[in-house]
């Protein structure tokens, strides 16, 4: 039997069937860019002040005065969470005509009895809007966006066993369609309650699809097409589907109709099920090897390539399985001194990448400017960016890419403090170099974490990694927040976070040119800025090679 990757180049690496194939399981990952930051224009909150009861025998001079003016930042507004006692505003306007006349400092305040007026300008209305989710309730607005992401940290324990289980096939249309179903409910919830349990239920179908597509197209094709399907094929179908939400949002100013009209697009991958083939990897592990060997011969047809007569035997299948079952638990990463220190600096750089990608992404509306054209350059500026890291892995060794793209990404988060108000649009520019930073650190990171591993514990290393990403998108809502407070305090924020990230990569060893490290054992060293290794380890190796058998590892990046 040939070696599996041997197999799939003997089939040709990029014959006409992996082309469309490459384009298909690209695109299923495309509704998960707009489904993913559709909060950002579902849960925005539009212009509001207390609303002030028609009934009442005001002009509207009297009425306009009914809500006190604060002042926020430089100027002052009306207030969103007070007004004036209305029986005290009933009495004064008949003794007082003019309102001008009497001063309103002494007059007693109160809480918004009769809820609140919102403005029209933007949206129709918002989650915000028809919830009342302002003041004392404000939290539950950032409740709805990281309960999202608590769906996405269940779906990343999940969403490997299931695969591994059921199959990636099976698990990528299985998501794809509860993605579907759950956007579309989520636009008749009834309440804020029904719209976070639905919301937590589509970020877990969100990750699962996703991952289910990474790891299938991984394990179909060659080696050397991985690391281009994995940043320019699922990564820039996420940014197109990211470019697609303002386009869409700009026209459909209701959230319910917005949602459902986004979730539609679910429904076009159903023909996609008799074109996309189950993993053959997978099926030769269950020992369904005529599966997987018709597989072959079918791609090997549409190829215009003659397979051997012979593609396994059952020797090999049997290695191929008892590799697949080795015994080894989350314990071994904390094994030696070495490894937990990695795995230290790992879940720290995952968690601040996150918060920054996550904040950056979520702060749009909060940007000077349009901001359906801000979130449209948000996912734009994500294109380049993927398009930059699989440059970086093809070309520069792992540790200059990414603490260069996050020293990038962070160091212009400090200068926006010091753009004067009439040049806003400098400023969002320099949001978007940050954004830019944060994207193509976000592809690095998965190649060069799936290095650092070794293969015994590889799955559990990149896993916990993960998880550590997921908890940062929690938070990540309430990073943005702080703007309320201080218009610059999340980029100085992320942007600090992003630089401390950036020292600590270079703690860690380099990777590229290096042989994948098997055992524990046989892991780089730290210390200090310089890697410490064996002769044998630090061999150079074919440049695509190595980074072909990178991208391998990754596949399975997401299964623990």
Same mark, same amino acid.
């Given at each position: 039997?040939?070696?599996?990757?041997?197999?799939?180049?003997?089939?040709?690496?990029?014959?006409?069937?992996?082309?469309?194939?490459?384009?298909?399981?690209?695109?299923?990952?495309?509704?998960?860019?707009?489904?993913?930051?559709?909060?950002?224009?579902?849960?925005? *909150?539009?212009?509001?002040?207390?609303?002030?009861?028609?009934?009442?025998?005001?002009?509207?001079?009297?009425?306009?005065?009914? *809500? @006190?003016?604060?002042?926020?930042?430089?100027?002052?507004?009306?207030?969103?969470?007070?007004?004036?006692?209305?029986?005290? *505003?009933?009495?004064?306007?008949?003794?007082?005509?003019?309102?001008?006349?009497?001063?309103?400092?002494?007059?007693?305040?109160?809480?918004?009895?009769?809820?609140?007026?919102?403005?029209?300008?933007?949206?129709?209305?918002? *989650?915000?809007?028809?919830?009342?989710?302002?003041?004392?309730?404000?939290?539950?607005?950032?409740?709805?966006?990281?309960?999202?992401?608590?769906?996405?940290?269940?779906?990343?324990?999940?969403?490997?066993?299931?695969?591994?289980?059921?199959?990636?096939?099976?698990?990528?249309?299985?998501?794809?369609?509860?993605?579907?179903?759950?956007?579309?409910?989520?636009?008749?919830?009834?309440?804020?309650?029904?719209?976070?349990?639905?919301?937590?239920?589509?970020?877990?179908?969100?990750?699962?699809?996703?991952?289910?597509?990474?790891?299938?197209?991984?394990?179909?094709?060659?080696?050397?097409?991985?690391?281009?399907?994995?940043?320019?094929?699922?990564?820039?179908?996420?940014?197109?589907?990211?470019?697609?939400?303002?386009?869409?949002?700009?026209?459909?100013?209701?959230?319910?109709?917005?949602?459902?009209?986004?979730?539609?697009?679910?429904?076009?991958?159903?023909?996609?099920?008799?074109?996309?083939?189950?993993?053959?990897?997978?099926?030769?592990?269950?020992?369904?090897?005529?599966?997987?060997?018709?597989?072959?011969?079918?791609?090997?047809?549409?190829?215009?390539?003659? @397979?051997?007569?012979?593609?396994?035997?059952?020797?090999?299948?049997?290695?191929?399985?008892?590799?697949?079952?080795?015994?080894?638990?989350?314990?071994?990463?904390?094994?030696?001194?070495?490894?937990?220190?990695?795995?230290?600096?790992?879940?720290?750089?995952?968690?601040?990448?996150?918060?920054?990608?996550?904040?950056?992404?979520?702060?749009?509306?909060?940007?000077?400017?349009?901001?359906?054209?801000?979130?449209?350059?948000?996912?734009?500026?994500?294109? @380049?960016?993927?398009?930059?890291?699989?440059?970086?892995?093809?070309?520069?060794?792992?540790?200059?890419?990414?603490?260069?793209?996050?020293?990038?990404?962070?160091?212009?988060?400090?200068?926006?403090?010091?753009?004067?108000?009439?040049?806003?649009?400098?400023?969002?520019?320099?949001?978007?170099?940050?954004?830019?930073?944060?994207?193509?650190?976000?592809?690095?990171?998965?190649?060069?974490?799936?290095?650092?591993?070794?293969?015994?514990?590889?799955?559990?290393?990149?896993?916990?990694?993960?998880?550590?990403?997921?908890?940062?998108?929690?938070?990540?809502?309430?990073?943005?927040?702080?703007?309320?407070?201080?218009?610059?305090?999340?980029?100085?924020?992320?942007?600090?976070?992003?630089?401390?990230?950036?020292?600590?990569?270079?703690?860690? @060893?380099?990777?590229?040119?290096?042989?994948?490290?098997?055992?524990?054992?046989?892991?780089?060293?730290?210390?200090?800025?310089?890697?410490?290794?064996?002769?044998?380890?630090?061999?150079?190796?074919?440049?695509?090679?190595?980074?072909?058998?990178?991208?391998?590892?990754?596949?399975?990046?997401?299964?623990?």
């Amino acid at each position: 039997m040939q070696d599996y990757d041997e197999i799939t180049a003997l089939l040709r690496e990029w014959g006409p069937y992996q082309k469309i194939l490459f384009f298909v399981l690209s695109l299923t990952v495309f509704p998960n860019g707009f489904c993913g930051m559709s909060i950002v224009f579902v849960g925005d *909150i539009p212009e509001h002040r207390c609303f002030v009861p028609e009934n009442l025998n005001l002009s509207e001079a009297w009425r306009n005065r009914t *809500i @006190p003016l604060v002042l926020e930042g430089d100027k002052l507004q009306y207030s969103k969470c007070r007004r004036y006692r209305v029986d005290v *505003i009933m009495n004064l306007s008949e003794t007082f005509p003019d309102p001008d006349s009497f001063n309103m400092s002494d007059v007693e305040q109160e809480p918004c009895l009769d809820g609140w007026e919102y403005s029209k300008d933007q949206y129709i209305s918002t *989650i915000v809007s028809e919830w009342d989710l302002v003041c004392s309730n404000d939290w539950k607005g950032l409740f709805s966006m990281s309960v999202f992401f608590m769906g996405v940290l269940v779906g990343s324990f999940t969403s490997g066993q299931l695969s591994d289980r059921f199959g990636r096939k099976l698990v990528l249309f299985g998501n794809l369609a509860l993605h579907t179903a759950f956007s579309m409910l989520q636009a008749f919830s009834p309440n804020w309650e029904i719209f976070c349990l639905l919301n937590f239920l589509i970020g877990l179908a969100h990750i699962s699809n996703y991952v289910a597509a990474f790891v299938l197209g991984s394990e179909i094709l060659a080696k050397s097409i991985r690391i281009k399907y994995c940043t320019l094929g699922v990564c820039n179908s996420y940014a197109l589907g990211y470019m697609i939400l303002p386009l869409v949002a700009y026209f459909i100013r209701s959230w319910r109709m917005l949602l459902f009209t986004l979730s539609l697009p679910g429904l076009l991958y159903i023909p996609l099920w008799w074109f996309i083939p189950e993993s053959p990897r997978w099926l030769l592990l269950k020992g369904r090897v005529q599966e997987a060997e018709a597989i072959f011969r079918h791609i090997a047809k549409r190829n215009g390539v003659t @397979p051997p007569e012979v593609l396994f035997n059952d020797l090999k299948l049997e290695d191929m399985k008892a590799s697949s079952k080795q015994p080894y638990a989350f314990i071994h990463l904390v094994k030696t001194r070495n490894i937990r220190t990695i795995v230290i600096i790992n879940l720290l750089v995952w968690m601040i990448l996150a918060i920054g990608y996550f904040g950056l992404s979520l702060s749009t509306p909060n940007l000077h400017g349009d901001g359906y054209l801000n979130c449209f350059f948000s996912g734009a500026i994500e294109v @380049p960016a993927h398009v930059a890291a699989w440059f970086f892995l093809q070309r520069f060794p792992r540790k200059i890419s990414l603490s260069g793209t996050l020293l990038l990404g962070g160091i212009v988060l400090f200068f926006i403090q010091l753009i004067p108000s009439s040049l806003s649009a400098l400023a969002t520019v320099l949001v978007m170099i940050g954004k830019f930073g944060a994207t193509s650190s976000f592809s690095i990171v998965y190649v060069y974490t799936a290095e650092l591993f070794p293969t015994t514990v590889r799955n559990m290393g990149v896993g916990l990694s993960s998880m550590a990403c997921r908890l940062g998108g929690i938070i990540s809502p309430y990073i943005f927040y702080l703007g309320i407070h201080h218009e610059f305090l999340p980029f100085i924020l992320i942007g600090g976070l992003t630089l401390l990230s950036t020292i600590l990569i270079l703690f860690l @060893p380099e990777t590229l040119n290096v042989p994948i490290p098997d055992t524990i054992d046989q892991m780089q060293k730290m210390k200090g800025f310089k890697c410490r290794s064996t002769d044998r380890y630090h061999s150079p190796v074919n440049r695509s090679e190595a980074t072909g058998e990178n991208y391998m590892m990754v596949s399975k990046k997401e299964e623990n």
